[in-house]
Each structure stands twice: as structure tokens, then as C-alpha cells.
């Protein structure tokens, strides 16, 4: 059985050593690696040949990869690294790494054209300046094929075990049975589907009930197609802890103790740093001092482990006194299942897709609660700048960054000549701003590398955010809008600031490439129509199965009312509170139980406990309050249980209205007060105008689908089992139009 390996990854397991170091970072962006490629082969003479396919064998292990580059005439190999700042600056362990992939390039060049000799170039290109760096040396292809049976003999020890590892793995996997013996109505139909989707390659969203058990629904199939379809990887990704949890919890009753499946959890890096007031260096932190030195035998300890969550992870890295961020991402490459945020397969920079891309892995990937991709998928593709924030660096701006600095905020003085609003969409990119700010990125990369310790907190935020904005400019196109916002100048008057930001509107040409990448991607949730609307603003393929699954949920289960009396809108909302409060005291006083209460805002919500508490003090209720800690927020659900009675209060799509289970007598009823729809401004007017220009509808687009998805959301925490039994109250006049009621799950009951 041959064991198949790119040549980055074969060399980033047996040559890294010594440090973990981050100082020589960021590295340039995709696009700026590219077009720095181009650069250079571009400069090359005729018959210079690129991206050279090469492949090779060593007993079992198969190695292949791209040369960037191959010259006939000079017979040399060249290696392209493209980089920001001081090249001298270069940890040693890096330029280790790249000649040891050069030289394993090398060698399947020789075998591959019967070479005696070969120079090899490793070419550091600065995206800044445009120039060149060339390291050459000449080796013989004796030389390389020793260096190459070295790696190979460092690895094959490991891949053999990988080997071994994926046959016990598939064989368990093929003998896998459900762990609740039947299925719920509604979830086999949805397993079929999923195992269905990844057997013909092809991609799946599915909108099925709240409570029907999605999660065990989407990876048993997955799960039992890996070994026919021959998956590396299934990505689980969630836009919640409380979803990351659900996976875990799943994949757990899916694997008995004899099961060989390796998991994992991903965290975001400030919550798994155990020295945050420390750089990413071994200077400065201890668990980066020797880091890959002691990476070997932490790994293999950990793939030891078959379940390896945080609490996991963080164990088995300070065991061995190294990063348990760092152990993670390292262990992605040699887990089954990865459950993790969307932004570790979504983002610009994203982890699991990059690794997929590198290592050409074969992927299935599950979106949990896939409704909640569009926002955040605009806020990955979304950035922003705040002049106050750059002109309060001047006071410790180091002498060396004072001039770039100040050219950003001449740009920017500039563009606020032409505005004429407190708002106002740029007809286009303000080109010499940007230009300023890259400028202003390099010169503060070029700073770190002299003084890696030296940022300021607010400068490091300041350039982090510059980047990213930097970034997003290359990308800009009709998917997006640049807006500037005037706000007030530290002086109050005489300055003028702004809040200048690149917004995704539509995050789809962006999420696409991603989703294709997978053998298949089930996007799944209650929520997920109309499918149109999901299928646009998400980029799911045009050849995509969509299927509605079957509620196991009668409707004599749930009782709606539906106040027609009461408007919610913002210019009735003094009035509404009296109807609502009246309301809200009937319903508990007729039943008293657990039920949960939504409002748009926290003002709303506020207003009506208020007048609640005055008129109604015996009874019980909690709030949701901003900026809720997870400790907060756990007291509040606590307070939901069998033999308990009150009234919880949140806000429409806030924490407590989706990815929540409280069965049973934990909660008998909820009170929607308002269709959700996004609030009027001028934002989301042109948000509205760029979907409207897009597709044809941009009130639905912009208002009424994103609305109603959060209500529905909220309306499922009441039915959670085919035994559970409650009451919804729809508060609001416009809940009665058809088109609105359309939106609405097709088993619920008509309104009374």
C-alpha cells in the first residue's frame, strides 16, 4: 500500500527544528506570493519551464510535488520565496526548511531527467522592493538522492503507522453501526441524503427541524462513507461553542473505546495561549524555546489519544513544555475529524483549507447552523480602519515609522475633502490612502524586524488591521462596498476622523473556491430557506441538492397565536408595551411554566420587564444583559428546569435564540416580539441597493429573509422532542401577511 506525501509536507515533518518563531512574519499575502512567482519567472529566459511536476518513490512512501521552476540552459532549480522586510532577519530553522525542500525537489529532478549534477537556487524575492536574493549551490545527484533517502527514511517509520492507522480506521468505520439503534423521523432522511451527497461528489443543503438530532444526523454518514470514498479528513465546522460541543459529544458516542478515530478540537488562539503577555519566539516564550525539537514526541503521544480536545490537547503539550495552539494545528495534519470554527476552513488565511490545498487531501465538510455563514462570512471579508486610531499612534510612534505614518493621514485628510455625508459609499477605492497604508506596513514589517519586542499594543492593532484592510483591497470587486463614516475628531471640532471600511455584501465569490474544494459540503440547519437566498449569498454550486427533511414534529404539538393587534415597528413601540406586558402576565398566569421571551433589542427588552416588574412583581423573570459572560450565560440557562417557573428574556439572535436544548418542562412557551428584520439605515440601504442590483430583490434579500430566520430560530427552542408540547405567541400585524406566513415551517399549525 503506498503512502502518498507532498514534498512540504514531508520536509516540514523530518527538517523543522529548533524554535518556534514568529518574528519573520507576516509573510506576504496569496496574492502578493503570486504575483511575486510571476515576478520572477517572468524575468527568465526562453525555456525556462514552471511549476515542474515531479514525483518519486522510496519503498511504500510516495513523494510528489511542483518545482517553482527549472532552467534548461543554466540546469538550475530555483526555489521562490517571497517575504516583507529584512532577509537577514530570517530565523536559521527557516531557510533550513526551504533548502530542504529544494534539494528533495532536486533529486526527483535528476531522477527524473537522468542529472549527474544540478544547481539549486533558492530565490528570496521582497514583494516591496522587487528585488532578488539568490542562494545557489551546485550538488550531485548522488548528493541528492542521499538527502532524499534521509528524509524519506525519517518519515517512512511514521507513515508506515499512518498507513496501518487508516486501514484499522476504514475496517471500524465499514462496521460502524448507529449508536441509538433507530433513527427519528426525519433523521434518516437526512443521514441518506448526506451519505448520498459524499458518494456522488456532489454538495448538499439541508433544511431539517430543531431537535431531530442533525448533528449524529450529518457525521454517521459522513463517517461511514470515508472508507469507500477514501476521505483523509471531515471537517465538523460550527459558528458556536455550543455547536462545537454538540460535535464533540456526537463524535464521542460514535466512537467506543475500540474504535481508532482520531479527534480533534480547534480553539482560537487567545483562548488556548498560556502566556499571552509573551511573543510567539523562543527569546521571549518558554513554550516556543525548542519547540520542534519536542514537537516529535508530544505528536506522537497525542495520536495516541483518539479524542483529543482542549482540555486534552493543553495536557499533552505542557507535558512536553510546548504551545498547545501550535500542538494543535500540528495535529490537524494526522487526526480523522476536525471540529472547529468556520473560519479555520473559511477565512482569507484559513488553516484547513490551506492544508487541504497543500497536501491535495480529499475532504468532506459538515457546516453546522449553516444560516449564520453569511454574516460571519462578511465579516471574514469585511475590514475596517478608524482615522482616530491611526492619529493616536503619533505620540509613541518610534522616529522610524513618524513619516509613514503621517503620509496615511495626509491621504486620508485628502479623502475627507470629498465627502459631503455622514455616510457615504466611495464611488472607489481611495487608491493613494492605500497606497500610503501599504507603505506605512512595510516600513513597520522592516521596524519588527529590527525590534520584534518593540510594537506598542495599539501600533501592533493598528498594523494587523492595516493589513488585513490591504489585503481586501486586492480582492475588492461588486461583491463588496467602500464606505466612510465621519465621526468625531479627538478635538471634537476641528479635526476631521472617519471610519473608513471595505464591506462584504456578499461573501460568495469568496466561499465558493472553499466549498468546491471539498469532495462534498453539507451546509445544514432549521433555518435555510429560501434556498435561493442561501444558495446566492453562499456560493453553494449551481449543481447542488437541496432537500427539505420531513418533521418528526406534529402540530398539535405546538399551539401559535398570533397577536394581530400589536405593531412592533420602531415608531409603535411605546405603545406596544402595555399589549405585550398584558400579554406576556395572561399567558404565565393561565400556565405558569418556563418560557422565554425575544425583543430586537436590548432597549426594547428593557423597556418591558420594566413596566413587567411595576405591574407584575411576584413574577419571576431573568434577562439577558450586553456583553454577557459565558459564566452569566450559563447561570441564565440553569434557571430553565423541571420543576422551575418564569420568564427568561433575549434578544432575537443573540445566544439564547438558537443552539440551545431545553425539553420538557425546561420550556413550555415563547414570546416573539417582532419579525427581526434588520434595522433601517444607511448601510443597509445599500446593502439592499447592491442586492437589489445582484438579484432582483433587495428588500428580501437585505430585510425579510434574515428577519424571519432568527424568529423561526427562536420559535424551535420550544418543540425540542415528539413528546414536548408548548405555545408560541407571534407578536406583530405583519405576521399575518402570506408573505410572511410562507416563511414559516410548513408543520406548524395555523395561527389563532
Sequence with gaps: MTYR?????????????????????????????????????????????????????????????????????????????????????????????????????????????????????????????QKETLLVETFSAETLQDFFVAQCRAFI??????????????????????????????????????????????????????????????????????????????????????????????????????????????????????????????????????????LPAARAEAVNQRFLDQTQVRRVALAHGICPYYLSQELTRWVDVVVGDYNYYFDLSALLYSLTLLNQWRVGVLVDEAHNLLERGRGMYSAELDSNQIRGLRKTLPAFLKRPIERVLRAWSDLHREQVAEYQVLPDLPYKLINALQHAVNAITEYMGEDPAGLAPALLTAYFNAMHFCRLAEEFGEHSLIDCTLVSGPDRNRTKASVLCIRNVLPAPFLTARIREARSCVLFSATLAPQRFYADTLGVPRNHVWIDVESPFRPEQLHVRLARNISTRYRDRYASLQPI?????????????????????????????????????????WEQTRSMQETARTAFLERFTEQSSGIGFAVLGGAFSEGIDLPGKRLIGAFVATLGLPQINPVNEQMKARMDQLFGAGYDYTYLYPGLQKVVQAAGRVIR????????????????????????????????
Design 581 to 621: 406586558v398584558d400579554l406576556i402576565a395572561e399567558q404565565y398566569r393561565e400556565r405558569p411554566g418556563n418560557y422565554l421571551a425575544f425583543f430586537s433589542s436590548f432597549d426594547y427588552l428593557q423597556q418591558v420587564t420594566t413596566l413587567l416588574s411595576a405591574q407584575h412583581p411576584d413574577l419571576p423573570y
Design 157 to 294: 517509520a511514521w507513515a508506515e503507522q499512518e498507513q496501518s492507522h487508516r486501514a484499522e480506521r476504514d475496517q471500524a468505520l465499514r462496521a460502524m453501526r448507529f449508536p441509538y439503534g433507530e433513527f427519528r423521523l426525519g433523521q434518516r432522511q437526512l443521514a441518506e441524503a448526506v451519505y448520498k451527497s459524499v458518494c456522488t461528489g456532489t454538495h448538499l443543503m439541508a433544511q431539517a427541524p430543531t431537535g431531530i438530532g442533525k448533528t449524529l444526523a450529518t457525521l454517521f454518514p459522513q463517517l461511514k462513507a470515508v472508507p469507500g470514498q477514501q476521505l483523509d479528513k471531515l471537517f465538523f465546522l460550527t459558528a458556536k461553542t455550543s455547536g462545537r460541543q454538540l460535535a464533540l459529544d456526537a463524535v464521542k458516542s460514535l466512537s467506543s473505546e475500540s474504535m481508532p478515530l482520531r479527534s480533534l478540537e480547534l480553539i482560537a488562539r487567545d483562548k488556548a495561549c498560556e502566556h499571552p503577555d509573551k511573543a510567539c519566539h523562543g527569546e521571549s516564550c518558554p513554550l516556543a524555546r525548542g519547540f520542534y525539537d519536542r
Design 721 to 752: 422532542t415528539t413528546e414536548d408540547a408548548g405555545i408560541l405567541h407571534l407578536i406583530d400585524d405583519r405576521f399575518a401577511r402570506s408573505q410572511v406566513r410562507r416563511l414559516l415551517p410548513g408543520w406548524w399549525p395555523n395561527p389563532a
Design 5 to 129: 506525501v507532498a514534498v512540504r509536507a514531508l520536509c516540514e515533518f523530518t527538517a523543522k527544528q529548533g524554535d518556534l518563531d514568529l518574528r519573520f512574519t507576516p509573510s506576504p499575502t496569496a496574492l502578493e506570493g503570486m504575483a511575486g512567482h510571476a515576478t520572477v519567472t517572468a524575468r527568465r529566459a526562453n525555456g525556462y519551464e514552471r511549476e515542474v511536476t515531479l514525483e518519486g518513490s522510496y519503498g511504500t512512501l510516495q513523494v510528489r510535488g511542483r518545482a517553482d521552476g527549472f532552467d534548461p540552459g543554466k540546469n538550475r532549480l530555483e526555489e521562490i520565496k517571497t517575504y516583507r522586510g529584512d532577509l537577514d532577519r530570517q530565523p536559521a530553522n527557516h531557510r533550513h526548511l526551504h533548502w530542504a525542500q529544494a534539494k528533495v525537489y532536486g533529486w526527483l529532478l535528476c531522477e527524473a531527467r537522468y542529472l549527474q549534477t544540478l544547481d539549486i537556487a533558492l530565490v528570496y524575492f521582497d514583494v516591496v522592493t
